[in-house]
Nanobody, 125 residues
Framework: VQLVESGGGLVQPGGSLRLSCAASGFTFSNYAMGWFRQAPGKERELIAVVSVTWTGGKTYYADSVKGRFTLSRDNVKNTVYLQMNSLKPEDTAVYYC?????????????????WGQGTQVTVSS
């Protein structure tokens, strides 16, 4: 299993970024995928999950990002995307892509067994 995140960077408050996570080494369409983030001195936070397409491609968002972030998946490109709009300084963190052990939505961190290396997002003026 390999997960490679990209798209992080420095952005001003109110700006947007799109993170990508390219997956390989497994049948991507059979697994729910999630995005986490970890700010300095804080615990890793689950912010978004998308189920497999054949259960409806359901999504879950943490309250901290609901209405601003959108998670989607492309089963042809084996890639999951996180569109982040209206970014705030408190969104500054390392963002990680992860593969769930399940096909449906889960908010249990231990259900995620494979992780990318992370990409830094910094929101600052």
């Amino acid at each position: 299993v390999q997960l490679v995140e990209s798209g992080g960077g420095l952005v001003q408050p109110g700006g947007s970024l799109r993170l990508s996570c390219a997956a390989s080494g497994f049948t991507f369409s059979n697994y729910a995928m999630g995005w986490f983030r970890q700010a300095p001195g804080k615990e890793r936070e689950l912010i978004a999950v998308v189920s497999v397409t054949w259960t409806g491609g359901k999504t879950y968002y943490a309250d901290s990002v609901k209405g601003r972030f959108t998670l989607s998946r492309d089963n042809v490109k084996n890639t999951v995307y996180l569109q982040m709009n209206s970014l705030k300084p408190e969104d500054t963190a390392v963002y990680y892509c992860a593969r769930s052990r399940r096909f449906d939505i889960t908010m249990v961190i231990t259900d995620f067994g494979s992780w990318g290396q992370g990409t830094q997002v910094t929101v600052s003026s």
